[in-house]
């Protein structure tokens, strides 16, 4: 298996590898979130000068915790970690530098440049939206209730015309005739109408008051119907009467 040295000729590079000295963990991210005291720090960096495993380590826990969100590790920091390394590299491979500290420097700092940028988008700010409306308490209009119309039944036939006179199946004579029939209240006035066996109608009249004289009707048989025009424009009508005029003596 053909291996790479380090050397200024060399087109590749062995990748660092980890030591049995190198740090744990616990003691990077103690260096990085700087609580791990003085006299640990010291220690720290005299490894890190000599050893680019852990700085690759430490550059790639600063990184991590930068995407994170987390505290903002200071840019001393950084320097100092770059210049352990620089400093501490011997002549005969200055030039041949561990590319993979370099490349992972080289990406924390393209990271670290842009999260400094970065800045919160600026999204359009959508108004709160509006608390559901509470409906106004408004007086009702009151409802037009129309009279009530009173079915024909017991109690009922008060509130609707009702012929009393000529009685049904009554026989008269071909005189004049006088209508009657019972008034309903409120009633504008009254619609009477006379009509053959047929159904053709013979006479009309529209009096205001309960009663009403005919004209003198030939012989035959005839109904009679009356309706109450009420104040509402309604029309409560009777039912019909049948009568019969004889011939003349």
Request: glycine share 8%.
């Amino acid at each position: 298996m053909k291996t790479f040295t380090g050397t200024a000729d060399s087109n590749s590079y062995n990748q660092p590898k980890r030591g049995w000295a190198c740090l744990n963990a616990d003691v990077v991210a103690a260096y990085v979130d700087q609580t791990i005291g003085d006299k640990g720090r010291a220690q720290v960096e005299r490894h890190l000068a000599a050893c680019a495993y852990c700085r690759n380590l430490v550059a790639d826990t600063v990184k991590l915790e930068r995407v994170r969100d987390l505290p903002t590790v200071p840019a001393a920091l950084f320097a100092r970690v770059r210049g352990l390394g620089s400093a501490a590299q011997p002549k005969g491979w200055a030039w041949g530098l561990p590319m993979a500290a370099a490349g992972s420097l080289a990406c924390l700092l393209v990271a670290v440049a842009l999260l400094e940028t970065k800045q919160s988008p600026n999204l359009p700010s959508r108004p709160a939206p509006a608390g559901p409306e509470i409906f106004k308490s408004q007086p009702q209009t009151p409802l037009v209730t129309e009279p009530h119309e009173v079915v024909r039944g017991s109690g009922s036939l008060q509130q609707m015309p009702t012929v009393t006179y000529p009685a049904r199946g009554t026989v008269v004579s071909p005189d004049p005739l006088e209508i009657r029939w019972t008034a309903v209240p409120h009633a504008i006035y009254y619609q009477v109408r006379v009509l053959t066996s047929a159904g053709e109608l013979v006479w009309q009249s529209e009096p205001t008051t309960n009663a009403v004289k005919t004209p003198v009707l030939g012989s035959g048989k005839y109904f009679v119907m009356v309706s109450a025009v009420m104040e509402n424009g309604r029309m409560r009508k009777s039912d019909p009467r049948s009568f019969e005029v004889g011939s003349a003596p």
